[in-house]
């Protein structure tokens, strides 16, 4: 099984609706963190945790929240999502102990219409 | 704070040439460097990695990395490249004793012809 795994894999929505996407780890890793990879891009930090006490944003908060549910899951919820939250989304977990590598999860292709 | 400079945004390659994907930072600290591999409709996983100590990386798949303080780079090689090495592939730096967060390359888009 998948280390880390997220929900969905690719959705379809349109203007104004709220979406969540959810992200589950099983390393037993206390930092997690929310990427949105666009064209070109490369990787844009929107949320990091550092543990479920713990939430910080990153480069491009604005329009979008995160849930820290647990040690093993963080969601990121977009409020009333626009067609320019069309993105490649990657949830990352890493171990402080571990020099700051970091485990990602297989994506979820976002499309909002 | 520190950033990524991948030089290149796409580079096509023949069967069995070698291949350098280049990649520079700036960081006012010591550094931990990455290189992550993104296959077609993938997520990223770890190709290779610097921490400490000899300035040569080997990784995963063939590639190999050299850790160049002077110049401020990380340049990614691989001396016969085959057509399953078409991919995405970023570079990533930490400052040590940082709060753990990688700042990414935008990418380097590595294309194998037969």
């Known amino acids: 099984d998948a280390d880390v795994t997220q929900t969905p894999r690719n959705r379809i929505t349109k203007t104004g609706k709220r979406i969540m996407l959810e992200c589950s780890q099983t390393k037993g890793h206390d930092r997690m963190y929310w990427y949105r990879q666009d064209p070109g891009l490369g990787l844009r930090l929107i949320y990091y945790?550092?543990?479920?006490?713990?939430?910080n944003k990153g480069e491009i908060s604005d329009g979008y929240s995160v849930s820290r549910q647990a040690q093993a899951k963080f969601s990121l919820s977009l409020e009333s999502a626009i067609p320019n939250q069309t993105a490649l989304y990657f949830c990352a977990t890493s171990d402080p102990g571990q020099y700051n590598e970091q485990f990602f999860g297989p994506g979820t292709r976002l499309t909002v219409l | 704070a520190q950033s990524v400079t991948q030089l290149d945004s796409q580079v096509p390659v023949f069967e069995e040439a070698p291949v350098e994907l280049r990649c520079n930072y700036s960081?006012?600290?010591?550094?931990?460097l990455f290189w992550y591999v993104q296959y077609p409709n993938q997520g990223l996983q770890l190709l290779l990695k610097?921490?400490?100590?000899?300035?040569l990386v080997k990784g995963i798949n063939g590639f190999e990395a050299e850790f160049n303080k002077s110049q401020t780079s990380f340049h990614l090689r691989k001396p016969s490249v085959h057509i399953s090495d078409t991919a995405e592939y970023f570079c990533?730096?930490?400052?040590?004793?940082?709060?753990?967060?990688?700042?990414f390359g935008k990418g380097t888009k590595l294309s194998v012809k037969p």
């Open positions: 610097y921490l400490s100590g000899s300035t």
């Open positions: 990533a730096v930490s400052g040590r004793g940082s709060q753990g967060n990688l700042i």
């Open positions: 945790s550092f543990d479920v006490k713990d939430i």
């Open positions: 960081s006012s600290v010591s550094v931990y």
